[in-house]
């Protein structure tokens, strides 16, 4: 893929020059990340902005601890990545970042929100999670404050209505695709594909809005596109035995097996179908990232494993791969799509702000607005998707997936 600009102006220098390696938040909460992490952010200070630069303060939450933690702090880390990048690079935009830990719940969520409105957030990261998006979406809008999840998919993020889909907050808006995006792309895929496969078993958690909205979509699509869906299980969040599911869809003959769930789960279902002998192609959907980086996961069981994802490591493109240098150096691991959606959304917010002309000292309001005005005309290209990057005045994110798979235990495009 060849190397394009991520913006018009002076941000385009931003994205292409080299900088320091990441430095810590200047008001960050308490974080679980990883001990790499904490080595680099204690090495390196972030640089101050330059004169005459426009310091606006970013915030943002997600779950630095607890079982989602792999989320949270691949937002966090990329985050802080692009700002102090956009800081060292002296244009007129600079952030001061603070993202609390709200553990992927809705009440700590509220309670980070409030903590950030205190400490006197302009712009926003919204969360991590749909669910503690759900609930703080609410607040953004009553207090004028514009935010961008990088990875918050459900609809309820940014309607009021939810699936409904008719009552936007207008100032919250999505980095990453949409559940029901995610589940269309799926079965679109998988119909143009059809050497991985004809028959389909989907498996899927039926409480929980992620997964509902995925499986609902992707039948949808799947019943329109002539793909055959043979078996059609599933479960709730105490599961912990998939033998019943995997079983049905062994017996139903399918070749694909359709996950939109999460890799915890995943992780047992891959388990399940080993020891019941049975090796179909696995499919699934962002939730899928963190396979790889589970605590005790045999990441053998995941070799074949096909999602559709917006970031692809292993692109070629210059700005992909300055990006997972400086992550890896300082975080040890790859980058997952959570990261990479984290950092194109502190971008996209800097490009809105500097094209938008808004001052630091205008009240929330003003920046809200001026900002949204330009996330609704704008085009903006990243590090995700294909191609240009464009938003719905609803706040949903416009941009091309990409399916990878998992070969020799790291993620690579399958195209």
Known sequence: MDFKKMMKGSLAALMACTL?????????ASSAAPAASTEAAASTEAAAPAAGTQTFKLGGSGPLTGDDAVYGNAVKNAAQIAVDEINAAGGPVAFELNFQDDQADGEKAVNAYNTLVDWGMQVSLATTTSGAGQAVSPLYQQ?????????????????????????????????????????V????????????????????????NYSKGLHDNFVKEAGEKGLEIVADTTFTGDATDFSVQVKQA??????????????????LILTAAKAAGYAPTFFGCDGMDGILTQDGFDTTLAEGLYM???F??????EKTQNF???????????????AADAYDAVYAIAQALEQSGVTADSDNATICDAVVGQFTSMTFQGITGTGDITWKATGEVMKGPKAIVIKDGTYVSAE
């Not at 692809?312 to 493109?317: C, K, L, V």
């Open 185 to 208: 792309a799926s079965a679109d895929y998988l119909a143009s594909h059809t050497d991985l496969g004809s028959k389909v078993a989907i498996i899927w958690r039926n409480d929980d």
């Open 143 to 183: 207090d004028k404050i514009f935010a961008i999840t990088p990875s918050g998919s459900s609809t309820s993020v940014i309607y009021a209505d939810g699936d409904a889909g008719t009552q936007s907050y207008g100032n919250v808006f999505q980095m990453c695709f949409t559940d029901p995006n995610q589940g």
């Open 20 to 28: 320091a390696a990441c430095g810590s938040s200047s008001a960050a």
């Open 308 to 310: 559709l994802t917006p």
């Open 250 to 267: 062994q017996d139903a003959g399918a070749d694909i097996v359709f996950l939109p769930i999460y890799y915890k789960p995943a992780s």
């Open 312 to 317: 692809s490591a292993d692109a070629s493109d």
């Open 324 to 338: 997972v240098k400086k992550y890896q150096d300082a975080y040890g691991e790859i980058p997952n799509q959570f």
